[in-house]
């Protein structure tokens, strides 16, 4: 798993590695492009969001959301990543921190219309996970909504059958979202599956 260096040496070239992996309709990233397309046209129905992104990166989503007129707060891990998302959009409040702490303690005095986290999760437990996804609810303002964009699937069965196919590629250090088993703590949550490794998870408040 990459530390915070790893992060910052990664930071330049993170955008044509995902792109190359995207294009390629393969493990991790098929069907990155669509996953943010459809949590962008959730949050833009809604005039003016705030929005919150946990683990931003270098501003693929949120750039498009500010440019919008969304209200942008986020969380980082890198700090070369923070600065690359910085220049793009000058106006947000971005704040570095590690996410298995939680929020940091300025985004906690704030309420979101969406809380957001594309690929940055499944860097964390399960346990980790679930601590976070416990604290989030409560910084929603009403009828709003959590959406989790990542690796993700259905059930276990289906991450197996990624994972074979995936053979070598298969990352063993990242942990990534099965909807069944998060259900258990979570029974509000729904699941879309959008590639053969992609899903978005939606948590009411």
Same mark, same amino acid.
């Given at each position: 798993?990459?530390?915070?260096?790893?992060?910052?040496?990664?930071?330049?070239?993170?955008?044509?590695?995902?792109?190359?992996?995207?294009?390629?309709?393969?493990?991790?990233?098929?069907?990155?492009?669509?996953?943010?397309?459809?949590?962008?046209?959730? !949050? +833009?129905?809604?005039?003016?969001?705030?929005? /919150?992104?946990? *683990?931003?990166?270098?501003?693929? =989503?949120? %750039?498009?959301?500010?440019?919008?007129?969304?209200?942008?707060?986020?969380?980082?891990?890198?700090?070369?990543?923070?600065?690359?998302?910085?220049?793009?959009?000058?106006?947000?409040?971005?704040?570095?921190?590690?996410?298995?702490?939680?929020?940091?303690?300025?985004?906690?005095?704030?309420?979101?219309?969406? !809380? +957001?986290?594309?690929?940055?999760?499944?860097? /964390?437990?399960? *346990?980790?996970?679930?601590?976070? =996804?416990? %604290?989030?609810?409560?910084?929603?303002?009403?009828?709003?909504?959590?959406?989790?964009?990542?690796?993700?699937?259905?059930?276990?069965?289906?991450?197996?059958?990624?994972?074979?196919?995936?053979?070598?590629?298969?990352?063993?250090?990242?942990?990534?979202?099965?909807?069944?088993?998060?259900?258990?703590?979570?029974?509000?949550?729904?699941?879309?599956?959008?590639?053969?490794?992609? *899903?978005?998870?939606?948590?009411?408040?």
């Amino acid at each position: 798993m990459l530390d915070r260096k790893g992060f910052d040496l990664w930071a330049d070239d993170y955008d044509r590695a995902v792109g190359i992996s995207d294009g390629e309709k393969t493990y991790p990233f098929a069907g990155y492009k669509d996953v943010l397309g459809r949590i962008f046209q959730i !949050i +833009v129905e809604r005039q003016n969001p705030v929005v /919150l992104d946990l *683990g931003f990166g270098t501003g693929t =989503l949120t %750039t498009k959301l500010y440019e919008r007129g969304c209200v942008i707060y986020g969380q980082g891990f890198s700090p070369r990543m923070i600065e690359l998302a910085a220049g793009k959009m000058p106006g947000a409040r971005l704040y570095q921190g590690n996410l298995t702490r939680g929020p940091t303690e300025p985004l906690c005095q704030e309420s979101y219309d969406f !809380i +957001v986290a594309t690929y940055s999760l499944h860097h /964390l437990t399960d *346990g980790q996970k679930i601590a976070l =996804l416990r %604290t989030l609810p409560g910084r929603l303002k009403a009828n709003r909504q959590i959406l989790i964009g990542d690796v993700a699937f259905g059930t276990c069965a289906e991450l197996d059958r990624c994972r074979e196919a995936a053979s070598d590629k298969w990352d063993d250090e990242e942990i990534y979202f099965v909807a069944d088993e998060l259900r258990r703590g979570f029974p509000a949550l729904s699941f879309t599956q959008v590639s053969c490794c992609a *899903g978005i998870l939606t948590l009411p408040r």
